[in-house]
């Protein structure tokens, strides 16, 4: 396959795994930040720690828009889905992501539920369009890449006048995270990770640019690469972060120049200014509250917004005491740190959203990455 | 209305034990193991390009008692139809099962056709069950790999379920891929007699090659390694589970096997393979290791290693 068989290249990945080599310094120690899901997926599908000098070491961030949906937001979904005989639809990996009482998605389906999978926001709104006696809800998540997805048929729903179809929106945005990642821990019992550079968002980057990142990251004093999604990809991220850390140069680059660019996308920018508000605050599961870091609908399409149209409940839920999820998507812990992963903690039967979709690290590392236990303990 | 589809069953499967109008058939088997098995059909939509649920319900039984090493003689055939369920479809259907049967060398010689309300079916369902005969001696079986086995693979994997969810009504996108369904027993029957002793034979259907290399995996109590490079894959195959964030490993076939023999028969089998049209590409894609914990493994493109894990559920597409 043109464009991607090249970035898969194995004699390619082997030569950067060697100018990585010669770029790290033995006295010193390089701790990167993949921030997103995609990424933490790439690298343990191809086993990329595997090509890496022990002194280069890469965090699985929280970039993973299901691992980070708390109980109470999972559990509103649910409630919704079970209690006024809605349709919802929703992007395929959010049905498996526990919510409070051992509920999920998938479980309110076998309830009599009518949750539906869709592959696009559209896929929601032509089934609107096709059931006017129903109500259709779009359980909308994701970063900024799905965000203007979900604009378009908010708008295109508004045009058409439909009053079937609403959208339960959880988009979450990704400057506050990386702001939270590097800032003081809410909680001082929980710190966060220690992270000297970031391999940065893709496809996020495609939509607001790299040069919002800029001013964020200096004030931290910390580099970025803005990363693709193919093996070879993230390997050059790695051989660049490496050059702007052995220069001390606190400096956002872009790796993944075939489609992120430094604006961004402003049709797609116009879109989510238009359609969406800022939140005061949002909880993100193992960041806690975070201010500013979320969209609901503006109050001109308040008559769209399934949170302002249907009773939910309101509530935060602790997560299970014994999953690692909050500490794993801080970046403190690693996923076999955790004392369920493997054992009460599976794909089949997930106590934390990082097991749920095959971006969360518990799931890459259970998917891919079992029987390499032993090097990662070595470790 | 049940004569008349009765009628339908009986023109299109044409055999004498049918024409008789019996609740049963009674049969003749050649001397050799009986193996029998049943299966349940139910697919959406019920035409995708290369087949329909017709075709599906005899190749799917017709390869299962195949895989025995048998070669399939007759089967049996229960409709759930749901009221309503146009006639012409059936028809359409009963005619597919019929050219299926013929191709595979199997006859149709007893069945049931029994309609339920609308609403509590989807269409049609069919179950299908399947008689044939085994050589002395020939006794494949999922528990019996060994170290040092190879496991060779009848040709490229994803086909089938790539062509029924780009027919999926709400993903519907275009793509030249058609089913691979087809009846197994030839291409066994041929291989069977180049290597008697397989000790193995399994069709990777639901679940894909992941789900079938996992099941021998653990029935037999031992590792199996393959190499990425070997397993081939139809590059529309490839780009469609690329846009949907699948797996080929876990995508369904339905005219494919996997069998392990030892080494040493390994270039024989192979070579009996290619020789049938459904084996034309044939090859070696790994083989078995003494591993306690039963893990599948491929050996990656990028020479390191990763597992091959069976799926939790149904495949669900990536959110990005």
Sequence with gaps: MRYLDEFRDGAIARSLATQIAERAQPDRSYRLMEFCGGHTHTISRYDL????PANVTLIHGPGCPVCILP???????VALSLSHEVILCCYGDVMRVPGSDDTSLIKARSHGADVRIVYSSTDALALAQSMPDRQVVFLAIGFETTAPATAAVVLRAEALG?????????????????????????????PMAEIDGFIGPGHVSTVIGAEIYRALL?????????SGFEPIDILQSVAMLLDLLNDDRSEVAIQYRRVVTWAGNRKAQDMLAKVFAVRDA?????LGSLPDSAYRLADRFAHLDAERRFPLPQHTVADNPACECPDILRGTKHPLDCRIFGTACTPETPVGACMVSSEGACAAYYTYGRGR??????? | MTQLIDELFVAAFDNPWLSQRNDQAAIELPEGRTVITTDGFVVSPL??????????????TVNDVAMAGARPLYLSAAFILEEGFPLGDLARIAESMAAAARTAGVAIVTGDTKVVQRGSGDGVFIATTGVGVAPPGVAPSA????????????????DHGVAVLAQREALRFETTVTSDTAPLAELVAAMVAAVPDIHVLRDPTRGGLAATLNEIADQSAVGIVVDERAIPVRGEVRAACELLGLDPLNIANEGRLVALVAAADADRLVDAMRGQPHGRDAAVIGHVIADDRRFVQMRTTFGGSRLIDWLAGEPLPRIC
């Design chain 2, 143 to 158: 528990d019996s790999a060994r170290p040092g086995d190879a496991v060779v693979l009848s040709g490229p994997i994803g």
């Design chain 1, 71 to 77: 109980v109470g937001r999972v559990d509103q979904a």
């Design chain 1, 49 to 52: 720690e595997g090509l890496l």
């Design chain 1, 282 to 286: 949002f909880e993100w599961r193992g």
């Design chain 1, 373 to 379: 236990e032993a090097r990662t303990a070595a470790q």
């Design chain 2, 47 to 60: 035409f995708f390009p290369g087949g329909d649920i017709g075709m599906l319900a005899v190749n799917g």
């Design chain 1, 162 to 190: 439909l009053t079937n179809f609403s959208v339960l929106c959880y988009h979450v945005l990704t400057p506050p995270a990386l702001d939270a990642l590097l800032g003081p821990p809410a909680d001082p019992a929980r």
């Design chain 1, 218 to 226: 200096d004030r931290h004093d910390k580099p970025m690469v803005v």
